[in-house]
């Protein structure tokens, strides 16, 4: 058994012995992208195994209640590698560097960064609960529990929501600002789609979309302070959007509006799996029936290229590459292709990077700010690696040995 194993064994208990309040939706994200139909592939069972242990993290965490205790995070100290598959640690994060965070081990000092040059960093020992973080783009702030932490200092904020377990945060990509999606109710209840910052309060922007057992429901796609766009679809149980909405960041005006083909009955293969890029101008359509993707340019409406055979997982920073992976026509969406991934120009359909022969991507990935590079975690053997992908589509595996990475609602998580 793993350290894997070990850590989501323990959290399933703690919310075994703690259980989450009735239609949250961080349970029925995990079972919607995290759970597969009956004849599940192995492919999918290792890609979602990120997903199933991040949510169980945080069911725990809302549970417990325990990380919305603060205290004073004490100094980091670089630390020598003690094992082979970890390099050596260089110190805190230097101000203004874009990092990945990334789990070396689940704990509150297990929270580590790599630069896209390669450098790792350590985070500052965060005075919570183990737990689910969200980073921001850059790295700079991560949000963990009810608060938001500037990971070189440690120097915290609360979130807009306050104690709210009904509500999932994605960070914009200024790395400041905040896209909230808060359940307003019960089953067949919509959610409210805002905006905000760290210590201020958030603004509403629409009311979109319908919440059902098993089923995410309204979920942010991309997040564009800078674009002033706000992506969010309606996701059913599995992983199939049904819409698609463009929501102007300042009026909450609906800007673009898709609906999809849903299955119409149990065992039907049909269906639409979505990611959007990070600066909102571009939508990956997978369909379930063909095993191939459409990448979609939202300003027009327009199809831009076709993918064949591939599911797309991510885009860059500025959608121009993305994370894919071969994908076999009539398979239910449920089961996610993770085996193989590669870094495509969409553009010119070249292939930028492959991974090692039958690697398997674990679901997390992250777009390097302002660039063409992509992160991500691979498994290629025993361990769980994170790799990143430079804009000269350059790979270098930078850690050997990780839990997860540490991103927000993209890919499979």
């Known amino acids: 058994m793993t350290v894997r194993d070990d850590v989501r064994k323990h959290f399933e208990r703690e919310a075994a012995h703690h259980p989450v309040p009735p239609g949250l939706r961080a349970t029925s994200l995990s079972r919607a992208r995290g759970r597969g139909i009956e004849k599940r592939s192995t492919q999918w069972v290792a890609g979602a195994v990120a997903a199933l242990l991040a949510v169980a993290i945080i069911a725990g965490l809302v549970a417990v209640g325990g990380y919305r205790r603060a205290h004073n995070a004490p100094a980091v100290r670089p630390s020598p590698s003690t094992s082979p598959l970890h390099p050596t640690v260089k110190g805190p994060i230097p101000t203004g560097v874009p990092v ?10 297990g929270l580590y960064a790599a630069s896209w040059s390669g450098a790792v960093y350590k985070v500052p020992t965060l005075p919570i609960y183990e737990g689910l973080a969200v980073q921001s783009p850059d790295g700079s702030r991560v949000a963990l529990g009810f608060l938001a ?33 808060r359940v307003v109710g019960g089953d067949a209840s919509p959610s409210d789609i805002s905006v ?23 979920t942010v796609l991309s997040c564009s ?23 102007n960041w300042d009026t909450g005006a609906v800007e673009y509006h898709r609906t ?11 269906g ?20 191939s993707t459409s ?20 885009f860059s920073w500025h959608g121009d590459r993305v994370l894919a992976t071969p994908r076999l026509p009539n398979v239910d969406l449920v089961n996610g292709a993770t085996t193989d991934p590669a870094v495509i120009d969409w553009r010119t359909d070249m292939i930028v990077w492959r991974s090692p022969p039958g690697a398997d991507f674990g679901g997390r990935l992250a777009a390097q700010p302002d660039g063409s590079g992509i992160a991500l975690d691979l498994r290629a053997g025993t361990h769980w690696t994170i790799w990143m992908i430079g804009s000269d589509g350059a790979g270098r595996q ?15 998580v």
């Not at 639409?272 to 063909?290: H, I, L």
């Not at 930078?398 to 499979?412: C, H, M, P, R, Y």
Request: proline content about 7%; hydrophobic content about 40%.
């Open 398 to 412: 930078v850690e050997a040995d990780i839990q997860f990475l540490v991103t927000g609602l993209i890919g499979l």
């Open 260 to 270: 999809y083909p849903v299955p119409t009955k149990y065992g039907t293969v049909a």
């Open 100 to 109: 990945v965070l990334y789990w070396r081990t689940v704990t509150a000092d």
């Open 149 to 181: 932490y500037d990971t070189t200092t440690g120097a915290q904020q609360p979130l807009p929501f306050g104690p709210n377990p009904s509500v999932t945060v994605s960070w914009a990509d200024d790395s400041r600002h905040l896209c909230l999606v």
């Open 225 to 247: 302070y800078i674009n002033r766009k706000v992506v969010v679809a309606q996701v059913g149980f599995g992983r199939d959007t049904h819409d698609l909405w463009v929501l």
């Open 196 to 218: 905000g910052l760290p210590g201020a309060p958030e603004a509403k922007l629409a009311r979109l979309g319908v919440n059902a057992q098993q089923s995410p429901g309204p």
């Open 272 to 291: 639409v799996y979505t990611v959007a890029s990070p600066d909102a101008q571009y939508v990956a359509e997978t369909d379930a029936v063909t095993g």
């Open 295 to 314: 990448i979609r340019r939202l300003a027009d409406d327009t199809v831009v290229a076709h993918l064949d055979g591939k599911e797309v997982h991510g």
